[in-house]
């Protein structure tokens, strides 16, 4: 007995242990971020914070900015987005004011002579002798009102929640503009490396002519061999492949900003005279915390989470008991001609 007794013990303190409830992971530590870069000097200017139409000095290219900026079709999307988060508002906002309705009806109700109901209408005079009838017509109209009290923030705090994704919509495209732009600026520059690496191969190209040219010269005065000549040749052949494979390029290059400029693919107007006639501004990094505040994508993160919290306390009050307003007014009988009579109809 005294053994069972142990094993009894044992079993529910094994039980008691596996009923615990987990404890919550710790939150990491946020690390504080450094004063400056490295390699650079605490100067707070930032390239970040000027415009495109500033940093860029070239024409077309700000033109495609601006028309893909208009015609994007993932920008147009995010606008859309835009305007449904801020229709929520609207929507959460005109849950916590009292709720109007107003409608009419029509219907007819028979009840059983041998009932209560019916055994009292068969003896009840409406109007100078006339009886209930016993195909009871049933008109109304009026308006109903109800408001819920919002004791526990709920729709205060949904209402703040969608206006904070409000926020973050506007940052996601923001975020999605700042993409764009960087992709086409980009795309616009290796377009341009690729027009001056096709210029180099055709003047190669050029050059390698005429040195066949004074190959098969050579051979025709015995100073060159045959071998020499296809060698020329094969160089010829691999310059011309070289620059089909250019071409290629380009030609894709050009599709690829066309679809983000969002139009149907058309040659890219550019400066041919190539990329190193390019200037640039001088960049400036500025200090990291700039980083943080001028990316649109930790922003957008830094609303979701709030909204998040918000979403958190509206799940948890709707556990709680919720107070409700209700009330109507309105005219309701039998026949439309006692609608009027007031206040016998009143409801």
Known sequence: ?????????????????????????????????????????????????????????????????????????????????IQIAKNEIKSKHGKILPMVEAGIGL???????????????????????????????????????????????????????????????IEGRNFLITNLVAEIANSYFELLALDNQLDVIRKTIVLQKKALEVVKVQK????????????FEGEVYSSQSLEYDVLQRIQE????LNLMVGRYPQPIVRDTTGILSFALPTMAKGIPSQLLVNRPDVKQAAFDVQAAKLDLSVAKAEFLPSFNISGALGAQAFSPSYLAKLPESML
Request: proline content about 4%.
């Open 220 to 231: 025709q005065a015995a100073a060159a061999t045959e071998l020499a000549v296809k060698k």
């Open 253 to 256: 290059k050009e599709n690829l």
């Open 1 to 81: 007995m005294i053994k069972i007794n142990n094993y009894l013990i044992a079993a529910c303190i094994i039980a008691f242990a596996s009923c615990k409830i987990p404890s919550l992971a710790p939150a990491p530590v946020a690390k504080q971020a450094p004063n400056m870069f490295p390699n650079s000097s605490n100067d707070s200017t930032n390239s970040a914070a000027i415009s495109y139409k500033s940093f860029f000095a070239d024409t077309n290219l700000r033109n495609l900015i601006d028309t893909a900026l208009h015609n994007n079709q993932e920008l147009a999307i995010a606008f859309q987005e």
């Open 107 to 169: 219907g007819v109700d028979k009840v059983g002579r041998f009932t209560s109901q019916g055994a009292g209408d068969a003896s009840t005079e409406i109007d100078n002798g006339k009886l209930v009838p016993e195909w009871l017509p049933d008109f109304r109209g009026g308006l109903k009102a109800t408001w819920e009290v919002d004791i526990w923030k709920k729709l205060r705090n949904a209402k703040k929640a969608a206006a904070i994704r409000y926020m973050s919509s």
